[in-house]
């Protein structure tokens, strides 16, 4: 059987008019390339977690700041006063309502605070872990 072509039916694809999709919308492949779908990523996100010693890194983009969370952030779960000194020391503040410790992240210095916050993770991750008496070689998970 001949699948020829007859004047009488119509082409749905003529020359300099874009195909429809599969759902009739009228966009041509080359417009649906040109458009963004923008995901929102979740904010904060999570950089770092040490679950057994209960460290936790992540940053918020909104906010615009870098911040360690200790635990859940209950007065239980509270550093012991050599890590509380560290991170006031690299600029970290208390901030009660989030329960966690911030350090803002300003355009100028962003890379270098980012830089900066995951050494200090790093450092206290590993002083807790001394203070607990938990393994120094604990696997940290990145998220």
Known sequence: MSHE???DQESTVTAGQPASDANGNGQSFADKV???NRV???DPFGIALDAVAGVRLFESRQD???AIKFGEGRPEDKPS???IDKMKEAGFRWNPTDRIWALPVRGDSAAAARIDAEKLY???RQMI???KGI?????EIPF
Request: proline share 8%; net charge negative; hydrophobic share 25%.
């Open 81 to 83: 006063q050599a890590v």
């Open 40 to 42: 929102s990523a979740p």
């Open 135 to 139: 393994d120094q070689d604990g696997q």
């Open 64 to 66: 615009r700041q870098m």
């Open 34 to 36: 040109g458009q963004k």
């Open 122 to 124: 790093q450092e206290v």
């Open 129 to 131: 872990r001394a203070e």
């Open 5 to 7: 072509h007859t004047p």
